[in-house]
């Protein structure tokens, strides 16, 4: 009897194993879902882009799609005769290409969009503050809507402190999503030469 008992508690265990599998991973196991693959390849709208990156926007009023490239920098203590009232201009050149067959606009604060500047100390500034308005550049001051299958050259320059170089350029579109570009704290880019000649009146 002990020999039948042993037998059937044997047989019994066997049976389990067989259903439970030898405890290796499904083939399965260690591959992400498609949702987490997917997932891991789109690029978050709020990573910081380099200088010269091209984003694609929306337009104002969810009109329209813009290709928004800012392309130089140049750090300035003048523009022509104004100065900045916190030491430094930082200007930023950028190049706005519409992408539809609608014409397409940047956005502008009183939408809660447009341009900003984000500090290396945290302190956001924007293209109203100080004297930065005064800052236009012949070539680089075009305004309203690009139209379809043109590009439009345009400034946008901050009053910072000479601490608050190499911050963070931010431009929010008109679906509200802010695109980010780190830009350096030295001048850089294409634009260079012909931006401090126009500073330099």
């Not at 290396?120 to 004297?131: K, S």
């Not at 308005?133 to 402190?161: C, E, H, N, S, Y």
């Amino acid at each position: 009897m002990r020999n039948a008992a042993a037998a059937l508690l044997l047989a019994a265990g066997l049976s389990l194993t067989g259903c439970s599998g030898d405890g290796s991973p499904s083939p399965s196991a260690d591959k992400p879902s498609a949702a987490t693959s997917s997932a891991a390849q789109l690029s978050s709208p709020s990573a910081d882009a380099p200088l010269g990156k091209s984003v694609e926007t929306v337009g104002s009023g969810g009109t329209g799609r813009l290709e928004v490239t800012p392309t130089s920098v140049v750090y300035a203590t003048k523009a022509i005769v104004d100065k900045p009232a916190r030491g430094l201009f930082v200007v930023v050149t950028v190049k706005d290409k519409s992408m539809t067959a609608v014409a397409a606009a940047e956005t502008a604060p009183i939408e809660h969009g447009g341009w900003q500047w984000i500090a290396p100390d945290g302190q956001t500034v924007t293209t109203r503050d100080g004297n930065a308005d005064m800052v236009t550049l012949d070539g680089f001051d075009a305004g309203g809507p690009v139209q379809p299958g043109a590009f439009k050259w345009r400034a946008r320059a901050f009053d910072i402190a000479e601490a608050q170089r190499g911050g963070t350029l931010v431009y929010t579109d008109g679906q509200g999503i802010a695109h980010r570009w780190k830009i350096p704290a030295q001048d850089a880019g294409p634009q260079v030469d012909e931006l401090k000649r126009l500073l330099a009146g």
